[in-house]
């Protein structure tokens, strides 16, 4: 089999990892994986389960009763499925962001997910974001990059996405949410989120998406041709 292309994008959450994936994915043919939405569809699980992400022992006794499923449209747009049922919009919500942040720690459940992540990359040529790609899911990865700004700015552009969304959005609550998943993502045990001695730090703080995209490509032409 031929080796496939792995471009791995860790950081924070709203450093807008799943907006420049997706374009740049679009745009050289490759699939985007979204790690994030496989967690979140973990923690819906057990949200209707009325586990608390916190809790180990109800998360040991009902995973085995979870089948999570990553499948693509005709269009190359990432579904996600529980137990066949598409979650893909269920998903999306600032409770579930904060539920998954919390299940991701667990060793069980990150173990589940990782070869489903692998084979993907095996597969395909991937864009793959998440907080652990580059570290532990793709080590290998032929590009890896994180991506970050500050949690201000992050807080920010998701406010004004929600509300362009029509939702409700509170800058000093979506900046305390950022915050506190920040401390969570990068302060747990197993795969925290952290930048590898091998990925190219890109500070989006001051740019917009198309210099991103335009940084990106540049990043990615220097070990891939595109
Ligand atoms: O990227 P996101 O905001 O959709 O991710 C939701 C949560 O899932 C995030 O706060 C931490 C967890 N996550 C993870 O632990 N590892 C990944 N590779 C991706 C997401």
């Known amino acids: 089999m031929a080796k496939t292309i792995s471009i791995a994008i860790d950081g924070p959450a709203g450093a807008g990892k799943s907006t420049i994936a997706r374009r740049l994915a679009a745009e050289l043919g490759y699939h985007y994986v979204d790690t994030g939405a496989i967690y979140r569809t973990v923690a819906y699980f057990f949200d209707l389960w009325g586990v608390s992400p916190k809790d180990i022992d109800g998360i040991r006794r009902y995973i085995d009763e979870l089948n999570v499923a990553i499948e693509y449209d005709g269009e190359g747009v990432q579904h996600m499925l529980m137990n066949g049922m598409d979650v893909t919009d269920d998903i999306r919500t600032q409770e579930i962001s904060q539920k998954a942040s919390l299940i991701s720690a667990h060793a069980i459940v990150r173990e589940m997910l990782l070869d489903m992540q692998r084979e993907v990359a095996q597969k395909h040529n991937v864009i793959m974001d998440g907080r652990d790609i580059g570290t532990v899911v793709l080590p290998k990865a032929t590009v890896k990059i994180f991506l970050t700004a500050s949690a201000e700015v ?71 041709s595109l």
């Open 154 to 224: 992050r807080a920010r552009r998701r406010t004004d996405e929600l509300l362009a969304k029509g939702k409700k959005a509170d800058y000093n609550t979506v900046l305390k949410e950022i915050q506190q998943r920040d401390y969570q993502d990068t302060h747990r045990e197993v795969a925290p989120l952290k930048m590898c001695r091998d990925s190219v730090k890109l500070d989006t703080s001051d740019m917009d998406i198309d210099q991103v995209v335009a940084a990106m490509k540049d990043i990615i032409a220097r070990k891939v």
